[in-house]
């Protein structure tokens, strides 16, 4: 009798355990098939019909022969607004590197009480790693949101002032967005006041690098008027 149980309590314990691996395995691959059937739904929306998609548990891959540097970004920047970008296995190959035009690099800072989001495409040599840093550097305990891509191709003339330029920029603009080129900076922020405005216009304009063009939007609220007032007196003697 006590083997019968213990062969019955065994048996239980295995299908249990059965079942759980089926669960779980199910629930896997309905996870990959899901993720990859929204994945080929937006590159196909977007027309990225040339990029293979490989789903392994939580991890996508993406392959295939992108035509240009930019393609592939755009490609990649598509797939990452389904699933998290340190999900994403990127194994695409540019069909003629040698042809190739270097892409049009730019990045774009924007920071707010929130904290400091990094989006762009960005030389190698540029060196992700270094701006984080400043970033760091510039507001401690801020939360900093990366989705910079990279390309290995040479820094532009004017790219590492510019970049400069702006993350110096950054340290006195708490609430403001920066759009950073070769040659050129775009700062867009609000201040609290008038003379914040003209002083934080004056100190960019004293920094900028010569060669890079400056492109300035800054804003301040608007002076508080007093409200006129008017007051009548009756005289009850000339009633």
Do not use: C
């Not at 929204?38 to 977007?46: C, P």
């Not at 949101?145 to 330029?165: H, I, K, N, R, S």
């Amino acid at each position: 009798m006590q083997r019968f149980a213990l062969f019955t309590g065994a048996m239980v314990f295995a299908v249990a355990a059965a079942i759980s691996f089926l669960t779980a395995s199910f629930l896997a691959d309905y996870v990959e098939r899901s993720t990859g059937r929204k994945i080929d739904t937006v590159l196909q929306q977007a027309g990225f019909d040339w990029v293979s998609v490989r789903t392994d548990g939580l991890l996508v891959y993406v392959s295939g022969p992108a035509p240009k540097e930019a393609v592939r970004f755009n490609a990649l920047a598509s797939i990452k607004q389904v699933v998290a970008p340190d999900r994403v296995i990127d194994t695409i190959k540019v069909a003629d590197p040698d042809d190739l035009h270097p892409p049009q690099f730019s990045l774009e800072l924007l920071r707010n009480d929130d904290g400091i989001s990094l989006i762009g495409l960005i030389p190698d040599k540029t060196g992700r790693a270094g701006i984080l840093d400043t970033l760091a550097e510039i507001s401690v305990n801020t939360e900093v949101t990366d989705m910079l891509e990279t390309a290995d191709y040479p820094q532009p003339d004017g790219w590492v002032e510019a970049l400069d330029f702006a993350l110096t920029s950054l340290r006195s603009l708490p609430r403001s967005k920066i759009s950073v080129t070769p040659q050129k900076v775009t700062i867009t922020a609000i201040t609290e006041s008038q003379d914040e405005k003209t002083a934080i216009e004056n100190k960019l304009l004293t920094m900028r690098p010569d060669g890079i063009a400056l492109d300035m939007k800054i804003s301040a609220p608007r002076p508080v008027i007093t409200p006129f007032s008017l007051r009548l007196i009756v005289d009850t003697a000339a009633v």
